[in-house]
């Protein structure tokens, strides 16, 4: 009974580790169509007696502003061209902050954000964090830190069924990704903490002294992304 229920439990793990191998592969080269959170949000609205609402548009990343690439770097993940997947400083920090405060800090970095975006559900516990550990390095291997940009700037949530940054600039600006400035993509990266509250009110002052530092942050970088500069 033992050895039969082993068998089984080995069957489930090899066939687990071919299915997110094959589709991290396939995701290297394919637009991701859909993703968990998609459609939980999908649910949600439809519990909460709304019309389902799941706007999206997939864009290559050059057809998104640089400014929008810069934007998400300065304020989710400043070491994103470094980093192998996890920064354990920013973590560290995180952990140090979360202990002191009331108001919950991350520490995850695009990759894992990405990796939780494109393969799972939300959640906190260790077991969905094993898994976004696990994926988080199958994307690092495979996927080229531009793939992972553009993978996470178009699943990203930006807002109540706004998905990726064509849907959140179309929604928020009138225009495509690739036409959106500074100030407007330090606007988009600035709801990205939490996307479907910061979205009713892009005006308001939080969001726009959030936006004064993006900009500051932008500015000492240069002004532009370099993926040449990738270590």
Request: charged fraction near 25%; include cysteine; aromatic fraction near 12%.
């Amino acid at each position: 009974m033992v050895k039969r229920v082993l068998k089984i439990i080995l069957k489930i793990v090899v066939g687990f580790l071919i299915l997110s191998i094959a589709t991290t592969i396939i995701y290297r080269f394919v637009p991701v169509p859909v993703t968990p959170l998609m459609l939980i949000r999908c649910v949600e609205q439809k519990q909460d007696g709304k019309n389902m609402k799941l706007s999206k548009d997939w864009k290559p990343l050059e057809e998104i502003s640089s400014h929008l690439q810069l934007a998400v770097v300065c304020t989710e993940d400043q070491n994103f061209l470094l980093h192998y997947g996890f920064d354990f400083e920013a973590l560290k920090k995180a952990m140090l902050n979360n202990e002191k405060s009331k108001k919950i800090r991350g520490g995850s970095t695009i990759s894992q954000q990405t990796a939780k975006n494109v393969f799972l559900w939300n959640g906190r516990n260790y077991i969905r964090k094993g898994f976004e550990a696990y994926f988080t390095l199958l994307i690092e291997t495979a996927w080229s830190k531009e793939r992972i940009m553009e993978v996470y700037l178009n699943v990203i949530e930006f807002g109540d069924g706004i998905y990726g940054a064509e849907a959140a600039a179309r929604h928020y600006f009138k225009k495509s990704a690739a036409k959106i400035n500074r100030e407007e993509a330090a606007i988009l990266a600035c709801l990205l903490p939490n996307p479907r509250v910061y979205g009713r009110n892009i005006g308001g002052g939080y969001m726009q002294s959030r936006k004064q530092w993006t900009l500051q942050q932008m500015r000492f970088w240069g002004g532009k992304l370099d993926f040449d500069k990738e270590d």
